[in-house]
């Protein structure tokens, strides 16, 4: 089991940052690959990023490609996600979330705990 906190979500402004970290408790962080996916009102929980467990390969989704950026620190079981230049599309409840795959991932049904989110709001 890993238990998965989201930290960091709020209100910003449109073309404003905020960084947000995801804390893994239970089994040994480094041995999962990890992703981030965000869910609007009314739309389908969406992929945002990925990371290998060593941290040394990521995959972001083209919509925040440039503009996110996805990092871990495996010493400290934590996960980040580095937001810049956010717009009011951006919105959603962010999740992190633990996969035992071996390649990174897209697929939300690969991942095997999840958090229960954070919350992000970009005012125009």
């Known amino acids: 089991q890993v238990q998965l906190v989201e930290f960091g979500g709020g209100l910003v402004q449109t073309g404003g940052s905020l960084r947000l970290s995801c804390a893994a408790s239970?089994?040994?962080?480094?041995?999962?690959?990890m992703g981030w996916f965000r869910q609007a009102p009314g739309k389908e929980r969406q992929f945002v990023a990925a990371?290998?467990?060593?941290?040394?390969?990521?995959s972001h989704a083209d919509s925040v490609k440039g503009r996110f950026t996805i990092s871990r620190d495996n010493a400290k079981n934590t996960l980040f996600l580095q937001m810049n230049s956010l717009n009011p599309e951006d919105t959603a409840v962010y999740y992190c979330?633990?996969?035992?795959?071996?390649?990174?991932?897209?697929?939300?049904?690969?991942?095997?705990?999840w958090g229960q989110g954070t919350q992000v709001t970009v005012s125009s």
């Open positions: 239970g089994r040994a962080f480094s041995n999962y690959m």
């Open positions: 990371i290998s467990r060593s941290g040394s390969t990521t």
């Open positions: 979330a633990a996969s035992s795959s071996v390649v990174i991932t897209a697929n939300s049904g690969r991942y095997d705990y």
